[in-house]
């Protein structure tokens, strides 16, 4: 069964920098063959898509963080990650991460900024 481990959240101030990581597990699947999204939910909101690399490593920055995060990954360890910079109180959510294709969802990692 396919796992998804969100880590790396934390409280920082804003204007500060957090990376999240998110590792698959349990899967044949290599995160380089298929893509990989950064969702987050804050209190009383849907989640929406941040962020997603393509298979081919095409990104896709959502326009509330774009040039503030950015996504990447490192395919020998099978992990997508997060970068947060610049980060304001409207960024704090739960962060979570799944296969764009869909299918289950980890526990998430918890990020608040202070303003």
């Known amino acids: 069964q396919v796992q998804f481990v969100e880590s790396g959240g934390g409280s920082v101030q804003a204007g500060g920098s957090l990376r999240l990581s998110c590792v698959v597990s349990?899967?044949?699947?290599?995160?380089?063959?298929?893509?990989i999204d950064w969702y987050r939910q804050a209190p009383g909101k849907q989640r929406e898509l941040v962020a997603r690399?393509?298979?081919?490593?095409?990104?896709y920055h959502a326009d509330s963080v774009r040039g503030r995060f950015t996504i990447s990954r490192d395919n020998t360890k099978n992990t997508a990650y997060l970068q947060m910079n610049n980060l304001k109180s409207e960024d704090t959510a739960v962060y979570y991460c799944?296969?764009?294709?869909?299918?289950?969802w980890g526990q998430g990692t918890q990020v608040t900024v202070s303003s």
């Open positions: 690399i393509t298979p081919g490593g095409g990104t």
């Open positions: 349990g899967s044949t699947l290599r995160i380089n063959n298929i893509g």
């Open positions: 799944r296969f764009s294709s869909g299918g289950s």
